[in-house]
């Protein structure tokens, strides 16, 4: 069993922190607005804690990223102290909104939110995953009719077995993880939300994931 924190209390955050918690894992949703945790205590499994985003930094061991990804940079840079040594797991993607709110331009083109969270946090150990599919497809990827894939990018060896690891609790198999190398590498899977808004308007929000086939 593991401390898992988690940043964000909104679809991903909630649909990863039931799953998580259901494998056997102590979970904390970082929410941060106190009047949302009744609501939200109401709908995901009871064994789920609360507190706001400080103390879910903190006190978790591991600590994932699932706030909006366009303000990810300013929240967490926030959170040097409390993250410091851990491990983040960055599931978001930094856009900003086209016209009709799905995802438009990338905020960091040439980079990624991933890089820039690592810069900005020399002392927490960053991996990137789950950016590429649905938030429904993180914690049910055998749904799917074709296996999809789950990408991690990172520049440390053991924190990317110990991401791979929980992937497999969210019920992902090994041979659906690819690893793609060192942090600079999640630039390229940051890059592939810019083919989600032409799916979503055309097929609506069906579970999907940009993978990699053999």
């Not at 810069?119 to 789950?130: G, I």
């Not at 390229?188 to 032409?198: D, F, G, K, S, Y």
């Amino acid at each position: 069993m593991t401390s898992i924190g988690i940043l964000g209390a909104g679809r991903v955050g909630t649909n990863l922190a039931g799953k998580l918690s259901a494998a056997g894992h102590r979970v904390t949703l970082g929410v941060r607005n106190s009047e949302e945790t009744p609501a939200l205590a109401a709908d995901i499994a009871p064994r789920i804690a609360f507190a706001d985003q400080r103390t879910t930094a903190r006190t978790a061991s591991i600590v994932i990223n699932a706030t909006p990804g366009d303000t990810s940079l300013d929240r967490l840079a926030g959170l040097r102290t409390e993250l410091s040594g851990k491990l983040l797991v960055d599931v978001s993607n930094a856009t900003r909104d086209a016209d009709d709110g799905l995802p438009g331009d990338l905020c960091y083109p040439g980079s990624s939110l991933a890089e820039q969270l690592q810069a900005a946090l020399p002392d927490t150990r960053v991996v990137k995953t789950l950016n590429t599919m649905l938030f429904m497809v993180m914690t049910a990827p055998e749904t799917l009719a074709t296996p999809p894939t789950a990408y991690l990018s990172g520049d440390d060896q053991n924190a990317k077995k110990t991401v791979a690891g929980l992937l497999g609790d969210l019920g992902w198999q090994p041979a659906w993880i690819q690893d793609l190398g060192g942090i600079t590498t999640a630039r390229a899977t940051e890059a592939m939300i810019l083919v989600v808004p032409h799916i979503l308007r055309r097929h609506g929000f069906e579970p999907f994931a940009v993978s990699l086939a053999r």
